[in-house]
C-alpha cells in the first residue's frame, strides 16, 4: 500500500472506532429510558447518524486538501468498502458462535439500538452505508475547496 493510501485508510479506520464507541456511549447512557420506544427510535437515528458523520470527516478534510489526487474518490470507495469489511467481522463471528449478541452490540455501537429493533441481518447489513457516506464526505470537501 502506497502511503498516500494507508493515511487516510488509518484515519478512516480511527474515525469508524470513534463513531462506533460514541454510538455505544450514547446508546448505553440511554438505557434507563429503554421502555420508551420512540426515544429509543431517535437514539438509533442518531447512533446511525454519528457513526455515518464521523467516518465522512477523513474523507472531507482529504477532498478540502489542494493535494488530493484525481483519483481521490476511487480511493474514498474503497477505505469505505474496506471499513464495511471490517465492520462485518464482528457479525460473522456472531453467526458463527464467537461472540454473544451483548458483545456485538458494545463492539457495534452505530448499530447497537437497530439491532433491538431489527435482525442482526440488517445491522450488519447498515455498514454497507460506509462506501456513500466516505464517498459523499469526499465530494463535499472537493466542492466546498473549489469555493
Sequence with gaps: ????????LLS????????????TIMTISLAPFREDVSLMGLAT????????????VPAYKDGMDKKRSP??????ILIG??????MTI??????IGGINVGTYRLICG?????SMFAPNVVAAVFYVL??????????VGVKRSNE
Excluded: D, E, H
Design 1 to 8: 500500500m502506497s502511503k498516500n493510501f494507508l493515511k487516510p
Design 45 to 56: 437515528v442518531f447512533a446511525m447518524a454519528i457513526y455515518l458523520l464521523l467516518i465522512a
Design 12 to 23: 478512516g479506520l480511527g474515525y469508524m472506532l470513534m463513531g462506533n464507541l460514541m454510538a
Design 90 to 95: 464482528p457479525f460473522i463471528i456472531l453467526l
Design 130 to 139: 460506509s462506501i456513500p457516506a466516505c464517498c459523499i464526505g469526499y465530494m
Design 110 to 114: 452505530a448499530v447497537f439500538q437497530l
Design 81 to 86: 468498502a474496506i471499513m464495511t469489511v471490517v
Design 71 to 76: 483519483k481521490g474518490r476511487l480511493r474514498w
